[in-house]
């Protein structure tokens, strides 16, 4: 069990790991994710489910390794085995005929956005991604989001690909085009879910977002999870970690994320190499 | 102790265990208690009165020959002693260690009306760990001639509960596998209690004894999300036992309560207790740990997440609304605290965490004054006006209670819950879906460890008469 059976590398900090999990991949669906913990010493820490196949019983994880945990995890080699995987955990996402849904996606959360993307296409929505990341060469799922959406758009921040700035600018865009949107669903760092919320907010258009705070046991029992959510208090791994992100007190979920931040650093051979390839400075 | 407390135990030979001293204790997670000496067990079980109607194993939720076993310990045979017990408690090391034995067998004691009870918790403890010296000894042949036809029982969860119906079941002949969604075994007694209360190796060699039992056991198995009922029955499993526990923590619902640096008493104490977050970095689970720590609850959940902030280098303080005679915690607990240089303030209740930069600085608490008793038979506490002061903390840990985890309901939305939100069960433990029983937390809330092992116990020999008579 949670045997690495393949390992690719799809930019300079991200990488791509299937594990054999049947039970997980058995049940998985798109907004799901597991906690894995690389070794006996190791932390539990949550990761998006970005595929599943039930039939070879293996899922798919993308991990950027920018902490000790992810680093360790990516330095797992295919033939190794991560100590703990549990999962699917969390609510699964809310898909339906809703028309047209723009996937947004800044980072990693390109390989998270993925599933859902693609379950919204077999519901029958027009699916528009956007994309957002530092440079050209930090895409990736190309190929697999274009089969999937109507039409993929890019922002690159030093303009290497698509429009230059940031994928708000994507959205506000096809707000002004006079696209009828039915729905958007915001992945990746806090302040980019964030700017998305703000951006739709006026136009009441529905935005999901994928939360994804500080977690211990992601089955409910601790709490660390908790986020402000219209006012209440709501246990991300049993009631998310999709919500409604105009009901979601972000400042809150920023301030929770910031926790261990120091303690981070005091980890031998800590790797960390920039962080969210700059999109947590937007 | 106290002069007076000390007067009273040479007079009537209570014997006393030895602990660490609490200077030193404040440093380590070692267990507090060091255990009887031979001498000191066998002097104590000969003060029993071997009363004819013993009240003692009335206040047992399981009954434990309480007698029986004291007049082995009496002779220094505790190879007996510990057979006796095991007849009924699987888990004498545990339950020795965990149970508020001075409202259950000892509040009992008839000694204890003129002088001091028997201390029949120590006693317990002293049976098993003597006993397990030479393997630690489970006969399955107590339940001779009773065979469960090989056929396999699931027990979901493998906390007390689980752990005490997996034992009946596998002595009664079925083939059991538990479920448990951490990547440890043990529930509560994993992430829960302290290594300082409860060591590990003490639920390690109970869980060495289910496996030499034929108990399977699955980590990483979430009930209800990796695995459902549908998939269990498949699976060819004829009961199903759910023992999943109460694990859902309760806040206090006031102001600054999502603040960094306030912890429910479970995140804080499964960091440390299951993690391992106080060997950090060498464990990479890190803890946030301030140097002046506030702690509301009066449980034993509440002393165990005090005593560990303690041992984390901190200045402790519980806030309690009642007294401190009413803390639901035990006795000893209590008492182990104190000795630590642990602050109690009591008829007290936080009404606000104070923050600053994002960071907890202080609770605002109110005092409380006791009324008279309610329906329940604690006495009920109303609010002071006006007398609102302020801890200062930088840390604050809620430790009032848990609630039934929701994901059990989500998973079987067909299973009949309480209004209190827990499972209902019938006077045999049986749910509203046939051939599911449940037991422990997770059908009463946050309870003892051995009355969930009591429910996990009855649940067990319900489930053998049904699939008997099936």
Same mark, same amino acid.
């Given at each position: 069990m949670f045997e690495i059976v393949a390992k690719k590398q799809l930019s300079n900090q991200i990488w791509q790991l299937d594990i054999h999990a049947p039970l997980v991949a058995a049940k998985a669906r798109p907004g799901q994710f597991v906690v894995v913990r690389a070794h006996d010493k190791g932390e539990r820490i949550p990761l998006s489910i970005s595929d599943f196949d039930s039939q070879a019983g293996h899922i798919t994880l993308v991990v950027q390794a920018?902490?000790?945990?992810?680093?360790?995890?990516?330095?797992?080699?295919?033939?190794?085995?991560?100590?703990?995987?549990?999962?699917?955990?969390?609510?699964?996402?809310?898909?339906?005929?809703?028309?047209?849904?723009?996937?947004?996606?800044?980072?990693?959360?390109?390989?998270?956005?993925?599933?859902?993307?693609?379950?919204?296409?077999?519901?029958?929505?027009?699916?528009? @991604?956007?994309? !957002?990341? *530092?440079?050209?060469?930090? $895409?990736?799922? +190309?190929?697999?989001?274009?089969?999937?959406?109507?039409?993929?758009?890019?922002? @690159?921040?030093? !303009?290497? *690909?698509?429009?230059?700035? $940031?994928?708000? +600018?994507?959205?506000q865009e096809l707000i002004d085009a006079g696209e009828q949107i039915d729905r958007v669903v915001a992945i990746g760092p806090v302040p980019m879910m964030r700017a998305v919320c703000e951006l739709t907010r006026p136009y009441q258009i529905k935005t999901v977002v994928s939360l994804n705070p500080i977690m211990v046991d992601g089955t409910g029992m601790c709490g660390a999870c908790r986020v402000e959510v219209g006012g209440e208090t709501r246990f991300c791994c049993t009631d998310g970690p999709e919500f409604?992100?105009?009901?979601?007190?972000?400042?809150?979920?920023?301030?929770?994320?910031?926790?261990?931040?120091?303690?981070?650093?005091?980890?031998?051979?800590?790797?960390?190499?920039?962080?969210?390839?700059?999109?947590?400075?937007? | 102790m106290s002069a007076v407390r000390r007067a009273l135990s040479a007079q009537t030979g209570r014997a006393i265990m030895p602990t660490q001293d609490p200077n030193q204790r404040i440093h380590?997670?070692?267990?507090?208690?060091?255990?009887?000496?031979?001498?000191?067990?066998?002097?104590?079980?000969?003060?029993?009165?071997?009363?004819?109607?013993?009240?003692?194993?009335?206040?047992?939720?399981?009954?434990?020959?309480?007698?029986?076993?004291?007049?082995?310990?009496?002779?220094?045979?505790?190879?007996?002693a510990l057979e006796v017990i095991l007849e009924t408690n699987l888990f004498?090391?545990?339950?020795?260690?965990?149970?508020?034995?001075?409202?259950?067998?000892?509040?009992?004691?008839?000694?204890?009306?003129?002088?001091?009870?028997?201390?029949?918790?120590?006693?317990?403890?002293?049976?098993?760990?003597?006993?397990?010296?030479?393997?630690?000894?489970l006969d399955k042949s107590t339940l001779a001639g009773e065979t469960g036809d090989g056929e396999k029982v699931a027990v979901i969860?493998?906390?007390?509960?689980?752990?005490?119906?997996?034992?009946?079941?596998?002595?009664?002949?079925?083939?059991?596998?538990?479920?448990?969604?951490?990547?440890?075994?043990?529930?509560?007694?994993?992430?829960?209690?302290?290594?300082?209360?409860l060591p590990k190796s003490i639920?390690?060699?109970?869980?060495?004894?289910?496996?030499?039992?034929?108990?399977?056991?699955?980590?990483?198995?979430?009930?209800?999300?990796?695995?459902?009922?549908?998939?269990?029955?498949?699976?060819?499993?004829?009961?199903?036992?759910?023992?999943?526990?109460?694990?859902?923590?309760r806040f206090l619902g006031i102001e600054g309560e999502n603040l960094n640096g306030v912890f429910s008493a479970n995140e804080f104490l499964t960091r440390v207790n299951l993690m391992g977050a106080h060997q950090f970095p060498e464990y990479e689970t890190p803890i946030t740990m301030g140097k002046k720590v506030v702690v509301v609850g009066g449980g034993n959940t509440a002393m165990d997440a005090a005593r560990t902030a303690r041992r984390l280098g901190a200045k402790v303080t519980v806030v309690y609304r009642r007294s401190l005679e009413e803390m639901p915690a035990r006795a000893e607990e209590v008492r182990h605290a104190q000795e630590e240089g642990i602050h109690f303030t009591i008829r007290s209740n936080p009404v606000k965490v104070l923050g600053r930069d994002g960071w907890v600085s202080g609770v605002c608490c109110q005092r409380m004054e006791l009324g008279d008793a309610g329906p329940d038979g604690r006495r009920r506490v109303t609010a002071v006006p006006d007398s609102f002061f302020d801890l200062p903390a930088d840390t604050f840990i809620v430790a009032i209670g848990q609630s039934p985890n929701p994901i059990l309901r989500q998973g079987l939305p067909e299973l009949k819950f309480t209004d209190r939100g827990v499972i209902a069960v019938d006077d045999n433990y049986a749910t509203s879906i046939p051939?599911?029983?449940?037991?422990?937390?997770?059908?009463?809330?946050?309870?003892?460890?051995?009355?969930?092992?009591?429910?996990?116990?009855g649940a067990a020999q319900s489930i053998h008469r049904y699939l008997q008579g099936k």
């Open positions: 920018i902490g000790h945990s992810t680093t360790d995890l990516v330095s797992l080699e295919v033939g190794e085995k991560a100590a703990d995987l549990l999962g699917p955990l969390g609510t699964p996402a809310e898909i339906d005929n809703f028309g047209t849904v723009v996937c947004v996606a800044g980072g990693v959360a390109t390989a998270i956005i993925y599933p859902e993307a693609r379950a919204f296409q077999q519901a029958g929505n027009k699916v528009i @991604t956007l994309l !957002g990341a *530092r440079s050209a060469d930090l $895409f990736f799922y +190309e190929d697999e989001l274009r089969q999937c959406s109507d039409e993929v758009r890019y922002a @690159t921040e030093d !303009g290497s *690909r698509g429009k230059q700035g $940031f994928v708000t +600018e994507l959205l409604d992100g105009h009901l979601v007190d972000f400042a809150a979920l920023q301030n929770r994320s910031r926790q261990y931040q120091n303690l981070e650093e005091k980890i031998p051979h800590h790797h960390s190499n920039g962080g969210c390839a700059g999109q947590c400075q937007q | 380590n997670f070692a267990e507090v208690n060091l255990g009887l000496t031979a001498e000191q067990a066998q002097r104590e079980a000969g003060r029993c009165l071997q009363c004819k109607n013993p009240l003692c194993v009335q206040g047992c939720p399981v009954n434990v020959d309480i007698p029986g076993f004291l007049h082995w310990g009496a002779q220094g045979q505790w190879e007996g004498p090391g545990i339950c020795g260690r965990v149970c508020p034995q001075e409202h259950q067998c000892e509040g009992r004691c008839i000694l204890g009306r003129k002088g001091e009870p028997i201390a029949i918790g120590s006693l317990e403890r002293f049976a098993a760990d003597s006993g397990a010296q030479d393997s630690f000894f969860g493998s906390g007390p509960a689980s752990m005490a119906a997996a034992a009946e079941l596998a002595r009664l002949g079925y083939r059991v596998e538990m479920f448990e969604a951490l990547h440890e075994t043990g529930g509560v007694l994993s992430y829960g209690i302290p290594e300082f209360r639920v390690a060699r109970e869980f060495a004894n289910l496996a030499e039992l034929g108990v399977k056991v699955h980590t990483n198995v979430l009930f209800g999300r990796t695995l459902d009922l549908e998939d269990l029955w498949a699976q060819d499993f004829k009961a199903v036992f759910v023992g999943a526990g109460a694990g859902l923590p051939g599911v029983f449940a037991a422990g937390d997770i059908t009463t809330g946050g309870a003892t460890v051995i009355s969930a092992m009591g429910g996990g116990r």
